[in-house]
Every structure is written in C-alpha cells, then in structure tokens.
C-alpha cells in the first residue's frame, strides 16, 4: 500500500500569521502576554477598592463618627497598591514584548534582504523599488511596533472585557445587565461599519495604492532633474498624479462612510450611563435596602467612564492590526515568490561559447513574446554584437545570460551546459556585465571598484580605472579614489558613472562579457579611448556588446540583428551588408544621420 502523501500545511494569514512571527522570541512573548494578562487584571483592582470604600461610607452615613477609619485606609492603600501593581506588571510586559520586538524585526529584516538575493535578478527589474523600500522600512517596522506596543494591549484588550464582565455581574447583575446593552449595541453599530465596504478590501486597496504611490514617488524624485528642467510639476507627470489621484478616490469615500458610525460608537461607549440610570430609578424603586443599593449604584457610576477606555483601546488595537496584516501580507507576497531553482547536481562549463538554441521567452504577465525562437553562437574569444531596433530583444538577451529569468522553451548554454545546471554564484563568477542603468554606491570609488572582485589589491583597481580611462578624473578628487560619490559636493557625469562601472566590469576579470550600451555616455575622444582598451582587456573572452551606434560593433566578429524578438540575419559586417537586408538598411539610415545638419533657418539638411 502506498503511503499517503502529506498535504502541506496551508500557510498562515491575518493574525495568526502576527502571532507566528512574534512565537519567533517565544520566551519573551510568553512573558510579556503574562504579565500584560495580571497588569489588566491588576487594574481592577483600585475599582474593587473603591467599590468597599463605598460601602463603608455608605454604612456609616449619615453617623460619620462611626466610620471604620483603619478598614477604610486599608481599602485606599490596596487600591494605591493595585495601581502601583499595574504599572510595573505593564513595565516589564513592555521590556520583555521590546526585547522581542528588536530580536524579531532583526531576523526579518536579514530574512527578507536573503530572500531577495535569491529570487531571480529580473524579480528586481519588473517590481519597483518604491513598492519594496516600503515593505522593508514600514511593513516590517510595523510589525517590531505591534510586538513591541499592541501585541501588549490586544492582551489586555481581551483579558480586561471578562475581567469587566465578571465584575458587572458580580456586583449586581441587574446593573451589569444594563452596561452591557449600552456596549453591545456600540459593537453592533462598529460591525456594521466594518461590514458596510468590507474592512480586508479596504486594506487590501489602501496597501496598494500607498505602494503605486511609494513606486511613483520613487520615479518623481529620480526624475526631478528632467521634470524642473522642462517647467513640468507633479501634475504634469502622469504616473504619480494618477496615484494620487486613486488614493484619495479609494480613501476620502471610505473614511466618509465610517463617518456616521463611527459618530454613534464613540457616543455610546462614552455615555453608557444613560443605560445605566434607567435601570438605576427602577432598581431604586423596588428595593429595601437603600444601603447596599446607593453603594453599587455609584460604583457603577463610578466604574461606566473607564468602559469607554477599554472599548476604545480595543477598537484602536482592532484597526492597528487590520494595517499591520496588510502589510504582513505584501511582505508574505514577497517572501513566497520562488527563489531561482538550484540544480542538485551542479555542472561547470567546459568552455566560454554561449548558445542560444530555439530560445523562446515572455515576461511575466505579458502575453507578447520578447522572444521567439531565437538560436545563435557567441564564440569564444570573439565579440558578438546584438543590434537591431527598440524592442527588439537585445537587452531581453542579455537579461538571460546570467539568469535574470529562465528561458520558457530552449536552453542557453555556457561551453555545453545549460545555465541552468550551473549554480547562481558559479554562473555569476563567469559573467561581467555593464548595463545603461548605472548604479553606484554612496561609497569611495575604490569600493565602488572593488564590488566587481573584493579581494581586488588597490592595484589592481587602479589598474583597472586606467584601461576604463577613468583614472585621470578620479585623481582630481578631493581624496582620489577614496573620495565617497555623492558628499561635499562630489557628483560624477553619466560619462564618468559609466566608466566607473566598466573599471568595476574589468576588475572581475570575468570570462565572459556583456555590455550594454558601455560607451553611451562616452564623448568621441574617451569612447575611442575605451574602445582601445576594450580591445586589449577582451581578448581570450566571449564578448556580448549591444550598441545602436553601429560604428562601435563595425569590426564584431558576429552581428545579431534582431526584430520583433526574432533573429533576422547574422554575420559579419561585409556578409550582412552583401545581403543588402536589415542589417544593410540600419546601415545606411546610421551613415546617414551622421551627416545630418541644421541650416541656418532651423530646417534640418543632409549633406
């Protein structure tokens, strides 16, 4: 008989998933929901006091002199006591619920920053950075802020309720039974306003926009340069004056719903004395014993405001934990996106040839193919360009060499091994890349460098900012190359930036090649500057360059032209401009723009 496959267990949401992240300190937790626990229920205590003080009053009247001082002092000094007990059980409630709050908020920041070293590197390109920046400096903060501060009170806020409850029936039940009308019918008219859109929906839909809206502002902000340059505003730029625009549309309507309910909770729990005196008159009217009944009636008058307190705190706690498993729950989106799959048995590349064979890949969500059945060899030791119109697949190519995303039909092969056989940190210490998007780091320009190969001598970074001819302008900084880009006025040209990247490409001394567009942002003295050391530093590597200059991949062993995400034609440039096809047409158009000129009245001309 075959044994049973076990069902996974099905992951936790909503509080539960709160309660599984605090468990992660469960000693703490422990202590802290314990002594939160005897906190709410020493607070009782100074009304239980209060209550006896009463009597004894009450007993005495309207003969004062009678009045057993001593027993009374006694019933002060335990409410003082009760009072104190509160205070210090809610102290180290408090220290113990931090303690576990920082351990926590540590181990998920460190989990979520090695989840997404270990998703795959095209995750990064298609979600924002603005939506994760969020999620990893508010989500996450929120959750330290709930173990730290609400977990606490949602204790207290469930212990203190049957702790009232018992209280207003012990004392006299016909009392309590008219308190809890009042506070029913306050939850009554809160349930009804949490079911009047539907609370989740809602803050699924606040999440969301609060994310666009981080992503927009993100890309504003980048941005400002261009927008300032062109007298543009934030209405002007369409992305983020839409986000606007759909957060308030999501949260002006909702917040004006809870209007009205809202109103009538907070006027009941704070008045429920006007159930409470009904009940008084006609209690008052049928009893016989004036004593007792004078007593309870002004506890309970005496104990009705602190019920509003507790409704309210449960009702703030209520709606705190609503947002933070909003947040929770993007983070859990995050966290469940599959890493990038490891083989089991990894495999090394006998060589530096790269294959695409019937290589065929679409972006995630998208339905148009980036690529189709796309199927050429990259030679070792030879440079192989990728050319071709906007859109056409090159960067897609490139994406897929180191495993950005992983290719939906076909394979690409490194010396005869599928990359995907390869593991992440062999594959990744075979390839060099340089991207148009330039990114470098608010640190020296050594470290900069250096991230291409930590154990890199300084040497050898200098070494290598001179064959990425950045070395001149690096010498020139207040601290050469320990100058930290971006403080006390250090700011690099694009030009500088890219180059900077191409010493850090250099340094990896990687087998294995690509650049993309590595000379755009180069003047013509420094791109045939680079060109030439790019000539030496290549050599015995397997180079992958996409250009739209085509004067840069001229003297390219193979040019791939591409499509529509289709290879159209390859070979050299005699061969492809022989067959008088694509390649031939981009050709001339190139020749062409270059001597394009302005006349003197502004009209362009061609010589």
């Not at 308030?248 to 009538?264: C, D, G, H, Q, R």
Request: aromatic letters at 10%.
């Amino acid at each position: 008989m075959k044994q049973q496959e076990a069902v996974p267990a099905k992951p936790k949401t909503g509080m539960a998933r709160l309660m599984e992240l605090a468990a992660t300190k469960k000693p703490l937790i422990v202590a802290a929901v314990v002594l939160s626990a005897l906190a709410s229920i020493a607070s009782f205590i100074p009304h239980i006091a209060i209550y006896y003080i009463v009597r004894e009053i009450m007993g005495a009247y309207p003969d004062f002199g009678g009045l057993d001082l001593q027993r009374t002092l006694d019933f002060g000094w335990i409410a003082f006591g009760g009072i104190i007990l509160n205070v210090l059980l809610y102290f180290f409630a408090l220290m113990c619920s931090h303690l576990a709050a920082f351990g926590t908020l540590y181990e998920l920041k460190v989990n979520f920053a090695s989840h997404l070293a270990k998703v795959p590197l095209g995750f990064h390109v298609l979600v924002g950075s603005g939506k994760l920046r969020k999620i990893m400096d508010e989500n996450i903060e929120k959750i330290e802020g709930f173990i730290a501060h609400q977990l606490p009170d949602i204790v207290a806020s469930l212990v203190a309720p049957a702790v009232m409850f018992i209280i207003l029936l012990a004392v006299d039940w016909r009392f309590g039974l008219a308190t809890m009308l009042g506070i029913v019918i306050a939850f009554a008219v809160q349930i009804k306003g949490y079911g009047n859109e539907g609370a989740k929906t809602m803050m699924d839909r606040y999440q969301t926009a609060l994310e666009d809206m981080n992503n927009a502002a993100v890309e504003y902000i980048r941005g400002i340069t261009v927008v300032k340059a062109f007298k543009q505003t934030v209405y002007s730029l369409h992305r983020m004056h839409d986000s606007i625009k759909e957060y308030t549309k999501m949260v002006i309507p909702f917040t004006l719903s809870w209007e009205n309910y809202m109103s009538a909770f907070t006027t009941i729990v704070n008045n429920i004395y006007l159930f409470l005196i009904p009940a008084g008159i006609w209690i008052g009217m049928h009893t016989t014993d004036y004593e007792i009944f004078t007593a309870t009636f002004i506890f309970y008058l005496i104990f009705v405001p602190s019920i509003a307190t507790i409704m309210m705190k449960i009702m703030y706690v209520t709606t705190g934990g609503m947002q933070i498993v909003g947040g929770v729950e993007r983070m859990d989106e995050i966290l469940h996106t599959p890493p990038l799959p490891q083989p089991e048995s990894p495999k090394t590349a006998a060589g530096h040839d790269i294959v695409f064979d019937h290589v065929s890949f679409s972006y995630p969500d998208q339905e148009a193919a980036a690529l189709s059945g796309v199927s050429f060899r990259a030679e070792e030791n030879q440079i192989t360009a990728l050319v071709g119109p906007s859109g056409g697949g090159k960067s897609t190519i490139a994406h897929l060499i180191p495993r950005f995303f992983d290719v939906k039909e076909g394979s690409i092969r490194i010396g005869d091994t599928d990359v995907r056989h390869m593991k992440t940190d062999y594959l990744m210490e075979k390839v060099s890349f340089v991207f148009q998007d330039v990114f470098l780091f608010k640190q020296g320009i050594l470290d900069n460098i250096r991230l291409g190969n930590q154990s890199a001598t300084e040497e050898e970074v200098i070494a290598a900012a001179k064959a990425a001819q950045c070395h001149e302008f690096v010498e020139k900084l207040p601290y050469k190359c320990n100058t930290v880009i971006g403080t006390k006025g250090v700011h690099l040209s694009g030009g500088e930036q890219q180059r900077i990247a191409i010493a850090r490409a250099i340094v990896k001394n990687a087998p294995i090649i690509v650049l993309d567009e590595a000379t755009a942002f180069s003047d013509p003295e420094n791109e045939y500057l680079i060109q030439r050391a790019f000539e030496k530093l290549m050599r015995g590597k397997t180079v992958i360059m996409i250009a739209h200059r085509l004067s840069t991949i001229r003297s390219a062993n193979k040019i791939v032209v591409m499509d529509k995400g289709r290879l159209v034609e390859q070979g050299s440039h005699d061969e492809l401009m022989a067959r008088r096809g694509k390649y031939f047409d981009m050709w001339n158009m190139y020749t062409k723009t270059l001597d394009w000129k302005m006349d003197r009245k502004g009209d362009e001309a061609y010589v």
